[in-house]
């Protein structure tokens, strides 16, 4: 059973950034694929980023690509998002991910965070 903490969030004006962090519990983290997504209240849970087990390949969803960066650390179990040009459509509940398949579904992924809430003001 993997557990998986984010941390980062917060309040933040447009255009300014954020980086958010997950750290798994579990070694090795590096068997798993791991990714991002968020839901704004009364909204669907949406697509932001994912990470295959290496590294090598990222995904990013149409809203946040050129704007926001995923990485990961397997010698720290960590995922980590940097959220740069941020606008306050971003505002929402961003959750932390992992699984065996590397995919943009939610479904793939078994393992999730509690969330941490980004504000974005204009």
């Known amino acids: 059973q993997v557990q998986l903490v984010e941390s980062g969030g917060g309040l933040v004006q447009a255009g300014g950034s954020l980086r958010l962090s997950c750290a798994a519990s579990?070694?090795?983290?590096?068997?798993?694929?791991m990714a991002w997504f968020r839901q704004a209240p009364g909204q669907e849970r949406e697509f932001v980023a994912a990470?295959?087990?290496?590294?090598?390949?990222?995904r990013y969803g149409v809203s946040v690509k050129g704007r926001f960066t995923i990485s990961r650390d397997n010698t720290q179990n960590t995922v980590n998002l940097q959220m740069n040009k941020m606008q306050p459509e971003d505002t929402a509940v961003y959750y932390c991910?992992?699984?065996?398949?590397?995919?943009?579904?939610?479904?793939?992924?078994?393992?999730w965070g509690q969330g941490t809430q980004v504000t974005v003001s204009s």
């Open positions: 579990e070694r090795p983290s590096s068997s798993y694929a």
């Open positions: 991910a992992a699984g065996s398949v590397f995919s943009v579904g939610r479904r793939w992924y078994d393992y």
């Open positions: 990470i295959n087990w290496n590294g090598d390949i990222t």
